[in-house]
T-cell receptor, first 113, second 114 residues
Protein backbone atom coordinates (compact mmCIF):
# COMPACT_ATOMS: atom_id res chain seq x y z
CA UNK A 1 0.00 0.00 0.00
CA UNK A 2 1.13 3.54 -0.65
CA UNK A 3 0.60 6.22 1.92
CA UNK A 4 1.77 9.71 2.82
CA UNK A 5 1.59 10.95 6.40
CA UNK A 6 1.86 14.57 7.41
CA UNK A 7 1.55 14.37 11.16
CA UNK A 8 1.46 18.11 11.71
CA UNK A 9 -2.05 19.36 11.05
CA UNK A 10 -1.34 23.01 11.84
CA UNK A 11 1.77 25.00 12.62
CA UNK A 12 1.92 28.60 13.71
CA UNK A 13 5.15 30.61 13.73
CA UNK A 14 6.19 34.21 13.94
CA UNK A 15 7.75 35.85 10.92
CA UNK A 16 11.48 35.17 10.48
CA UNK A 17 11.33 31.90 12.35
CA UNK A 18 12.49 28.73 10.61
CA UNK A 19 9.88 26.00 10.27
CA UNK A 20 10.07 22.36 9.16
CA UNK A 21 7.13 20.46 7.74
CA UNK A 22 7.35 16.71 8.13
CA UNK A 23 6.42 14.10 5.55
CA UNK A 24 6.69 10.33 5.91
CA UNK A 25 5.80 8.01 3.07
CA UNK A 26 5.19 4.32 2.53
CA UNK A 27 5.69 2.47 -0.73
CA UNK A 28 6.93 -0.87 -1.98
CA UNK A 29 8.00 0.56 -5.30
CA UNK A 30 11.72 0.77 -5.86
CA UNK A 31 11.30 3.76 -8.15
CA UNK A 32 9.03 6.54 -7.02
CA UNK A 33 8.71 10.30 -6.95
CA UNK A 34 7.98 12.65 -4.11
CA UNK A 35 6.46 16.09 -4.41
CA UNK A 36 5.58 19.13 -2.38
CA UNK A 37 2.71 21.43 -3.32
CA UNK A 38 1.60 24.70 -1.79
CA UNK A 39 -2.06 25.72 -1.54
CA UNK A 40 -2.37 29.39 -0.59
CA UNK A 41 -5.67 30.83 0.66
CA UNK A 42 -6.67 31.55 -2.94
CA UNK A 43 -7.02 27.79 -3.42
CA UNK A 44 -4.79 26.86 -6.32
CA UNK A 45 -2.20 24.11 -5.98
CA UNK A 46 1.31 25.24 -6.76
CA UNK A 47 4.05 22.76 -7.58
CA UNK A 48 7.17 23.31 -5.47
CA UNK A 49 9.52 20.38 -5.98
CA UNK A 50 9.87 16.84 -7.28
CA UNK A 51 12.35 14.29 -5.97
CA UNK A 52 13.27 10.93 -7.50
CA UNK A 53 13.82 7.93 -5.25
CA UNK A 54 17.32 7.39 -6.63
CA UNK A 55 18.48 10.92 -5.89
CA UNK A 56 18.94 11.57 -2.20
CA UNK A 57 20.71 14.87 -2.51
CA UNK A 58 19.09 17.59 -0.51
CA UNK A 59 17.91 20.61 -2.40
CA UNK A 60 17.82 24.29 -1.62
CA UNK A 61 15.85 26.92 -3.45
CA UNK A 62 16.08 30.32 -1.86
CA UNK A 63 14.49 30.10 1.57
CA UNK A 64 13.16 26.62 0.85
CA UNK A 65 15.06 23.40 1.43
CA UNK A 66 14.15 19.75 1.30
CA UNK A 67 15.68 16.83 3.18
CA UNK A 68 15.09 13.44 1.57
CA UNK A 69 16.09 10.39 3.63
CA UNK A 70 15.24 6.97 2.27
CA UNK A 71 16.41 5.29 5.47
CA UNK A 72 13.56 6.90 7.38
CA UNK A 73 11.17 7.27 4.42
CA UNK A 74 10.97 10.97 5.02
CA UNK A 75 10.91 14.02 2.78
CA UNK A 76 10.85 17.05 5.04
CA UNK A 77 10.47 20.66 3.93
CA UNK A 78 12.11 23.58 5.72
CA UNK A 79 11.32 27.25 5.25
CA UNK A 80 14.04 29.53 6.54
CA UNK A 81 13.18 33.00 7.80
CA UNK A 82 9.48 32.50 7.21
CA UNK A 83 7.33 35.29 5.82
CA UNK A 84 3.64 36.04 6.04
CA UNK A 85 3.31 35.12 2.34
CA UNK A 86 4.37 31.59 3.23
CA UNK A 87 1.05 31.08 5.00
CA UNK A 88 -0.65 28.23 3.17
CA UNK A 89 -1.48 24.57 3.33
CA UNK A 90 1.44 22.45 2.21
CA UNK A 91 0.93 19.00 0.76
CA UNK A 92 3.44 16.22 0.40
CA UNK A 93 2.64 13.67 -2.31
CA UNK A 94 3.95 10.37 -3.61
CA UNK A 95 3.77 9.08 -7.13
CA UNK A 96 4.10 5.36 -7.42
CA UNK A 97 3.80 2.94 -10.27
CA UNK A 98 0.16 3.69 -10.96
CA UNK A 99 0.70 7.24 -12.17
CA UNK A 100 -1.47 9.13 -9.77
CA UNK A 101 -0.35 11.30 -6.89
CA UNK A 102 -1.17 10.18 -3.37
CA UNK A 103 -1.42 13.21 -1.14
CA UNK A 104 -0.94 13.62 2.56
CA UNK A 105 -3.63 15.44 4.53
CA UNK A 106 -1.63 18.64 4.41
CA UNK A 107 -0.08 20.93 7.01
CA UNK A 108 -1.57 24.37 7.48
CA UNK A 109 1.17 26.89 8.12
CA UNK A 110 0.31 30.26 9.61
CA UNK A 111 3.06 32.85 9.71
CA UNK A 112 2.20 35.78 11.93
CA UNK A 113 3.82 39.20 11.60
CA UNK B 1 2.20 29.61 -21.73
CA UNK B 2 -1.31 29.05 -20.46
CA UNK B 3 -1.67 26.71 -17.53
CA UNK B 4 -4.44 24.21 -16.97
CA UNK B 5 -7.79 25.88 -17.56
CA UNK B 6 -10.93 24.86 -15.74
CA UNK B 7 -14.47 26.08 -16.07
CA UNK B 8 -16.61 27.09 -14.41
CA UNK B 9 -14.71 28.36 -11.39
CA UNK B 10 -17.81 28.19 -9.25
CA UNK B 11 -20.97 26.18 -9.70
CA UNK B 12 -24.04 26.19 -7.51
CA UNK B 13 -26.76 23.73 -8.40
CA UNK B 14 -29.71 21.98 -6.87
CA UNK B 15 -29.74 18.35 -5.93
CA UNK B 16 -30.69 16.16 -8.83
CA UNK B 17 -29.32 18.45 -11.53
CA UNK B 18 -26.61 17.47 -13.96
CA UNK B 19 -23.26 19.17 -13.52
CA UNK B 20 -20.48 19.28 -16.10
CA UNK B 21 -16.98 20.43 -15.24
CA UNK B 22 -14.51 21.22 -17.97
CA UNK B 23 -10.76 21.11 -18.26
CA UNK B 24 -8.20 22.12 -20.85
CA UNK B 25 -4.77 20.66 -20.06
CA UNK B 26 -1.45 22.27 -20.83
CA UNK B 27 -0.71 21.85 -24.51
CA UNK B 28 1.45 18.81 -25.18
CA UNK B 29 0.81 17.10 -21.87
CA UNK B 30 -0.12 13.45 -22.23
CA UNK B 31 -1.58 12.79 -18.77
CA UNK B 32 -4.73 14.33 -17.35
CA UNK B 33 -6.02 13.85 -13.83
CA UNK B 34 -9.24 14.73 -12.02
CA UNK B 35 -9.03 15.21 -8.23
CA UNK B 36 -11.59 16.11 -5.61
CA UNK B 37 -10.78 18.01 -2.43
CA UNK B 38 -12.97 17.97 0.66
CA UNK B 39 -12.30 18.76 4.28
CA UNK B 40 -13.09 15.22 5.33
CA UNK B 41 -11.18 13.26 2.70
CA UNK B 42 -8.53 15.70 1.57
CA UNK B 43 -7.27 15.44 -2.00
CA UNK B 44 -8.28 12.25 -3.74
CA UNK B 45 -7.82 11.08 -7.30
CA UNK B 46 -11.00 10.36 -9.21
CA UNK B 47 -9.70 9.29 -12.62
CA UNK B 48 -6.76 9.81 -14.93
CA UNK B 49 -6.14 9.58 -18.64
CA UNK B 50 -3.05 8.87 -20.69
CA UNK B 51 -3.17 9.95 -24.31
CA UNK B 52 -6.92 10.47 -23.96
CA UNK B 53 -7.52 6.92 -22.72
CA UNK B 54 -8.87 6.38 -19.18
CA UNK B 55 -6.29 4.40 -17.25
CA UNK B 56 -7.64 4.23 -13.73
CA UNK B 57 -11.14 5.24 -12.68
CA UNK B 58 -11.17 3.36 -9.40
CA UNK B 59 -11.51 6.63 -7.53
CA UNK B 60 -14.78 7.58 -9.18
CA UNK B 61 -17.28 7.47 -6.31
CA UNK B 62 -20.17 5.83 -8.10
CA UNK B 63 -22.02 5.57 -11.36
CA UNK B 64 -23.27 9.11 -11.04
CA UNK B 65 -19.78 10.27 -11.99
CA UNK B 66 -18.39 9.98 -15.50
CA UNK B 67 -15.41 11.50 -17.28
CA UNK B 68 -14.45 11.79 -20.89
CA UNK B 69 -11.49 13.02 -22.86
CA UNK B 70 -12.55 13.28 -26.51
CA UNK B 71 -9.26 14.84 -27.56
CA UNK B 72 -5.90 15.90 -26.19
CA UNK B 73 -7.05 19.38 -25.29
CA UNK B 74 -10.35 18.81 -23.53
CA UNK B 75 -11.87 16.73 -20.76
CA UNK B 76 -15.16 16.75 -18.89
CA UNK B 77 -16.27 15.42 -15.55
CA UNK B 78 -20.01 14.94 -15.29
CA UNK B 79 -22.15 14.30 -12.25
CA UNK B 80 -25.69 13.16 -12.88
CA UNK B 81 -27.68 13.42 -10.71
CA UNK B 82 -25.80 15.62 -8.28
CA UNK B 83 -26.14 15.27 -4.52
CA UNK B 84 -25.18 17.59 -1.65
CA UNK B 85 -22.32 15.27 -0.67
CA UNK B 86 -20.72 16.00 -4.04
CA UNK B 87 -19.99 19.54 -2.86
CA UNK B 88 -16.22 19.94 -3.09
CA UNK B 89 -13.46 21.58 -5.08
CA UNK B 90 -12.66 19.63 -8.21
CA UNK B 91 -9.17 20.00 -9.64
CA UNK B 92 -7.88 19.04 -13.02
CA UNK B 93 -4.15 18.49 -13.48
CA UNK B 94 -1.92 17.56 -16.38
CA UNK B 95 1.59 16.24 -16.71
CA UNK B 96 4.17 15.15 -19.21
CA UNK B 97 5.78 11.76 -18.92
CA UNK B 98 9.23 12.90 -19.93
CA UNK B 99 9.17 15.62 -17.28
CA UNK B 100 8.99 12.98 -14.59
CA UNK B 101 5.32 13.39 -14.05
CA UNK B 102 5.24 16.82 -12.46
CA UNK B 103 1.56 17.58 -12.28
CA UNK B 104 0.32 21.09 -12.86
CA UNK B 105 -3.06 21.91 -11.43
CA UNK B 106 -5.84 24.12 -12.66
CA UNK B 107 -7.48 26.68 -10.38
CA UNK B 108 -10.25 24.25 -9.45
CA UNK B 109 -14.03 24.35 -9.67
CA UNK B 110 -15.86 24.92 -6.41
CA UNK B 111 -19.10 22.94 -6.63
CA UNK B 112 -21.95 23.51 -4.21
CA UNK B 113 -24.98 21.25 -4.43
CA UNK B 114 -27.94 22.45 -2.38
Amino acid sequence: AQKVTQAQTEISVVEKEDVTLDCVYETRDTTYYLFWYKQPPSGELVFLIRRNSFDEQNEISGRYSWNFQKSTSSFNFTITASQVVDSAVYFCALRGSQGNLIFGKGTKLSVKP
Amino acid sequence: DAGVIQSPRHEVTEMGQEVTLRCKPISGHDYLFWYRQTMMRGLELLIYFNNNVPIDDSGMPEDRFSAKMPNASFSTLKIQPSEPRDSAVYFCASSLRNRNYEQYFGPGTRLTVT
